[in-house]
């Protein structure tokens, strides 16, 4: 691979004896992985549906959720049902690393303020998953925050909200308000160049100068919105220590943070080059480059969250619509708590307390939404991808299954054993991918047709 001249002399100087075996890395494949979500299928059901597939070879990852992986005939995992069901998601093994082994409580409110495409907010929603915590994912693009809610909701996550604000707004509704903050900064990617040749030519010295200025911003609004004691993890997939040791010493010397203890999963496989911070190169470590560094905010005291309640612009579903919700949606929506948020019908397992007065692109669950054309309302895919394996009407299929392949292309079903008359979802494994409507005898595909795909 030809690499721009400036960063070649920079890595020689970095790496000395090593840059020959640092260079010859690029000329390699990039390694392929992903990451289990094991808030809807175990590592045990996982793995013994793997152990009867001859075709894909895994390995395990540090950090108990992480699979790197091969198909004997080329395909990736996105190819794989498991995937349309949100139980896999496609990420770097390098990219996994500064998250697998942190330890996470799911009382934490969690901070991801450059989230998409949503790789490590996975990561995070999938930590707090089941508690009272929640991840408040932002993304100031808006076409790649479309990307990271789309994720989510394949996901099946219960407990995120996406946010498309500039970090400043963020601080200024947050201050002081979250026990993690990870920092995934936007960098000059040097990285990436493996897996991505085409972004060689987008490297200049000037673009990572200017990739310092942007991620300072983000890190004095990262740091305004950090609790005392809270803890902040910083990311990138470059190599220039103008963006990686360099800006760790500002946050110590500048915004008063100190370095905090990084996971053992960390220190075992990543190379420590300061105090707290750790570098993935791809001659050492199977994948890409990555920096990750782990810091503290001085202080911090016991917190009373009683206090966390319906944040302003939620309510609760008002009777009338949420009594034609119910007779609409077959009564599917009776053991769950309804509330309203501008123009939907969400639920909302984690309270956050407070929201950005606009900009809130996705809620918690969308649970129903109004169809102008039937003129009721209708479950949305979200409600189906969230909570269909505890509906009463489900399917449960193989991944093998063809009536699971028809579903997923778009097909209406027709299986041995009928739903009752009204909504249900199909499963596969046990993780819900989308619902059906029981009629006439068929199962009508609600599978969204953008979705939809030939396996």
Not at 65 to 77: A, L, P, V
Not at 83 to 94: F, K, T
Not at 216 to 229: E, F, N, Q, S, Y
Not at 394 to 402: H, N, T
Request: charged letters at 25%; a negative charge.
């Amino acid at each position: 691979m030809k690499l721009p001249e400036a960063f070649t002399k920079r890595m020689e100087k970095l790496l000395c004896s090593d840059a020959g075996a640092f260079f010859d890395a690029h000329d390699k494949a990039a390694v392929k992985a992903f990451h289990l979500n094991t808030a809807r299928i175990s590592s045990q059901a996982f793995d013994d549906w793997l152990s009867g597939r001859s075709d894909l070879k895994t390995e395990k990852m540090p950090g108990g959720y992480g699979y790197t992986y091969s198909f004997e005939n080329g395909s990736s995992i996105g190819s794989l049902a498991l995937h349309h069901a949100g139980a896999l998601y496609s990420q770097d093994p390098s990219a996994m690393l500064p998250l697998g082994g942190l330890s996470i409580d799911k009382d934490m409110r969690i901070l991801d303020m450059c989230a998409a495409p949503g790789g490590k907010t996975s990561q995070l929603a999938m930590a707090v998953d089941g508690g009272s915590g929640y991840v408040v994912a932002n993304e100031p693009n808006l076409s790649r925050n479309k990307i990271l809610i789309s994720n989510m909701e394949r996901m099946g996550y219960r407990n995120v909200i996406t946010t498309c604000l500039d970090p400043s707004d963020l601080a200024a509704v947050y201050p002081e308000h979250f026990d993690l903050i990870l920092t995934d900064v936007p960098c000059s990617g040097e990285g990436m160049f493996r897996k991505y040749p085409e972004s060689v030519n987008e490297w200049s010295p000037e673009n990572v100068a200017n990739c310092v200025t942007r991620q300072r911003d983000i890190l004095k609004a990262a740091v305004t919105c950090l609790k005392p004691g809270g803890r902040l993890v910083y990311c990138t997939c470059t190599y220039a220590p103008e963006e990686d040791e360099e800006q760790i010493q500002y946050l110590i010397d500048e915004l008063g943070l100190i370095t905090a203890d990084a996971p053992q999963t960390v220190k075992d496989r990543a190379l420590c080059t300061a105090p707290g911070c750790y570098r993935c190169y791809p001659h050492l470590y199977d994948g890409e480059g990555q920096f990750m560094a782990y810091l503290k905010k001085p202080g911090g005291s016991a917190e009373d969250r009683k206090n966390d309640k319906l944040p302003a612009g939620v309510a609760h579903a008002d009777k009338a619509a949420l009594r034609s919700i119910r007779e609409s949606c077959s009564g599917i929506f009776d053991n769950y708590e309804l509330l309203s948020y501008k123009d939907r019908f969400i639920i909302l397992p984690a309270f956050p307390g407070r929201l950005p007065s606009r900009s809130v692109t996705s809620l918690g669950v969308t649970a129903a939404v109004f169809d102008e054309k039937k003129k009721r309302y209708v479950p949305h895919h979200q409600f189906f991808s969230a909570y269909g394996n505890e509906m009463a009407d489900r399917l449960d299929l193989s991944p093998e299954d063809k009536l699971l392949s028809q579903y997923i292309e778009g097909m209406e079903i027709t299986p041995d054993i009928m739903f009752s008359k009204g909504y249900g979802c199909i499963c596969v494994l046990g993780v819900p991918l989308g619902g059906v409507r029981s009629a006439g005898g068929r199962l009508k595909n609600l599978y969204p047709k953008g979705l939809r795909d030939h396996l």
